[in-house]
């Protein structure tokens, strides 16, 4: 190499013409056509021309020189089609070096610009040779198309990015200036909002994970919260929005073809033969339920035998439906269950079975699974049967309607005495009872949330509880001495009892429930130590519940009227709604948390009572009273508080959509 000499060198995805001024061992000093002067290694050369240039002229000739080379190649790039030349060439796959490629292109005369034009032809388009400074190789045409298309989709991309990026930020700045500058489409703003949405909802885990971070970066936004906020402004989402819905992937509707079979189900539904049923339409029989209940799926009877009782428990034969496989059966097995949210319930089968030809409505004729049992004023138990009837409904009761006739309808106190037996009962076998009010939130007609507190003791409330209790223990004995599998619950004694019976404090049974030992399903009958019963599963609500229908079909089976499910399609089944009963309980544990916060943003400043249930290295866990809220305190010096210390504490901070409570001592 030697001064004089022109030649050129990659910068910035940029050819760069420029001559050399000094050559020290591999190290060369040159002069650019930007008038810059650099140090480079000899091997970072593209491009070593056979012309030399007159350094004598001055330094302003020299670059004037070299931007007027620097146009002169680009002039003759424009004469090179390389398409044309893959078309030729790419039946040799064969490396084809610089001068042969010059010949190609300039077949009449060729320098060293020609040799430039050539080299910067295919430095800018890459999609049929792969290059090297001094030799071509032509790519396959898959390779070319594939090349092609990842350009195209990286130009796509790159638009997506900037365009987005400052989309989003007008929107967030509400700057109609700017909004009205940056003109898109509708199809290009839908795009936008589901790249936005995706990331918002699922991050990292997101297809458009990346995308999502550098349109943030364009916008000049780090806080997530702030994508939330363009989605409820663009009428995405409501300011409400239950996210949950959308990260979980639970359908709220029912699909066409489900709502299909629904409706032919309901036109060819099929009627109860007497010669199978047994005629119960003369008992009294009550439902007992919330106020909003509309799928009503179980009913109690009592009678008198003598000095004893006849208990009866009639639950919605919702398997004379629903038949096992079918299309509405397996949209039930994916959703697991009904969910219940302040703001919104989502059926496991669809309204017009759940609500009306399954329920137990009053007055209506309705086949049932009855669970009869003989007992003693005591509860003490002296045989049960389990038969296929058909009963009518004649009271349908809310919970506050039979707390107020519980001394006074002798079918309520009869029934709640009985409830109470059979609690001591399990009391007495070493069950463990948790006592805690029940914090309801729902929507009032202007979709505010309002509180509520239930005591689960009282009469309404107690004797259903109980009397189901005891249902599902029996059902569960029954199919274990028939011999047939079912979704069986069982619990390992706790880590630590901390009160007998339910004697316990409001310290003492919330500490309790945190000791209690994960319940395990099993095909098979195992101790529930918590409940103090031998055997365990629930039956009860095959409407609301697939655990209970799938536990139904086999009390079905046991007296002839289906097939059963076999021990190996059971286990199946326990571990295909592991995951839909993981939701639900996601779903509802959140919202109804979310709806509390919600509730709480207007009750700041407020001073309530709280219970201190430990000390952490930064505060003080506890629990406000009123609202069976968890949340921490911080430390304040001079003050040394206990597990289980009454405090009274102010509200300090609330912000339900960030799921914020913080509270300080007052």
């Known amino acids: 190499m030697e001064t004089g000499k022109i030649v050129e060198y990659i910068d910035r995805q940029k050819i760069i013409c420029a001559v050399v001024l000094e050559v020290k061992k591999q190290r060369l000093r040159l002069l650019n056509e930007n008038n810059r002067e650099i140090n480079i290694s000899e091997r970072r050369l593209l491009h070593s021309s056979n012309k030399n240039m007159d350094m004598s002229a001055g330094r302003v000739k020299v670059v004037e020189r070299l931007k007027e080379t620097a146009d002169r190649r680009s002039e003759l790039l424009k004469q090179i089609n390389i398409l044309e030349l893959w078309e030729v060439l790419n039946s040799e796959q064969e490396w084809i070096d610089l001068p042969t490629m010059t010949e190609f292109c300039f077949p009449e005369y060729a320098d060293g610009d020609h040799e430039s034009a050539v080299i910067r032809a295919f430095f800018e388009d890459r999609y049929y040779f792969k290059f090297k400074a001094d030799a071509f190789f032509p790519n396959t045409q898959e390779q070319v198309e594939r090349s092609i298309a990842q350009t195209k989709e990286e130009e ?41 949405k995706s990331y918002f909802l699922f991050e990292k885990e997101s297809p458009y994970a990346a995308l999502g971070k550098e349109i943030m970066t364009r916008a000049e936004i780090d806080d997530m919260n702030k994508l939330f906020e363009v989605l409820v402004r663009q009428g995405v989402w409501e300011p409400t929005e239950n996210v949950d819905l959308h990260r979980l992937k ?58 004893n009782f006849r208990l009866g428990v009639h639950i919605a034969d ?103 037996n059979f609690q001591q009962y399990r009391l007495d076998q070493g069950a463990l009872q948790i006592t805690l009010p029940e914090v309801n939130v729902w929507l009032n007609e202007e979709g505010e949330p309002v509180v509520t507190r239930t005591n689960r003791e009282s009469p309404g409330r107690m004797l259903v509880s109980e009397i189901m209790i005891m249902t599902n223990w029996l059902k569960a004995r029954f199919l274990a001495q028939h011999g047939l599998p079912a979704i069986f619950r069982s619990q390992p004694e706790p880590k630590e009892r901390l009160y007998k019976n339910n004697e316990g404090s409001v310290f003492q049974n919330w500490m309790q429930r945190k000791l209690l030992s994960r319940f395990v399903l099993s095909t098979k009958p195992e101790s529930h130590s918590g409940l103090g019963l031998d055997a365990y599963l629930t039956a009860t609500s095959p409407i609301r519940k697939y655990f209970d229908l799938l536990t139904q079909r086999q009390l079905r089976a046991a007296m002839g009227l289906e097939d059963p499910y076999t021990q190996e399609e059971v286990s199946r089944i326990i571990g295909h709604l592991e995951h839909p009963m993981g939701c639900v309980s996601r779903l509802q544990f959140r919202r109804n948390r979310y709806w509390l916060l919600k509730y709480l943003e207007s009750h700041v400043g407020k001073k309530e009572e709280a219970i201190v249930l430990s000390k952490r290295r930064y505060g003080y866990q506890i629990l406000l009273n009123e609202y069976m809220l968890e949340c921490m305190l911080p430390l304040s010096s001079g003050i040394n508080l206990k597990p289980e210390d009454m405090i009274q504490v102010t509200i300090q901070h609330v912000n339900a959509r960030k799921d914020i409570l913080s509270v300080y001592l007052g």
């Open 156 to 196: 796509r991309r790159n638009r997506l990015i900037n365009a987005g990026g400052d989309w989003l930020k007008s929107v967030l700045r509400d700057n109609l200036q700017d909004a009205c500058e940056i003109r898109i489409s509708d199809k290009q703003k839908d795009e936008y909002i589901e790249i936005l």
């Open 250 to 307: 639970v359908p709220v509707a029912f699909d066409h073809e489900v709502m299909h079979s629904v409706a032919e189900l309901i036109r060819g539904s099929r009627s109860f033969s007497i010669n199978y049923r047994h005629d119960l339409t003369d008992l009294k029989l009550i439902t007992i339920d919330g106020q909003s209940t509309l799928d009503y799926d179980d009913a109690l009877s009592i009678e008198r035998a003598g000095r």
């Open 318 to 420: 919702v398997g004379h439906y629903i038949q096992k496989d079918s299309v509405i059966d397996q949209e039930a097995l994916c959703r697991g269950s009904s969910i219940y949210m302040p703001d919104l319930k989502i059926p496991m089968i669809p309204a017009p079975l759940a609500e009306d030809l399954c329920s137990l409505k009053e007055g209506m004729l309705r086949p049932v699974i009855s669970l009869m049992v003989m007992l003693t004023p005591q509860a003490q138990i002296l045989g049960f049967e389990i038969i296929p009837s058909m009963i009518r409904v004649r009271r349908q009761l809310t919970y506050f309607e039979s707390n107020l006739i519980a001394e006074t309808d002798e079918e309520i106190a009869t029934l709640y005495q009985i409830a109470k």
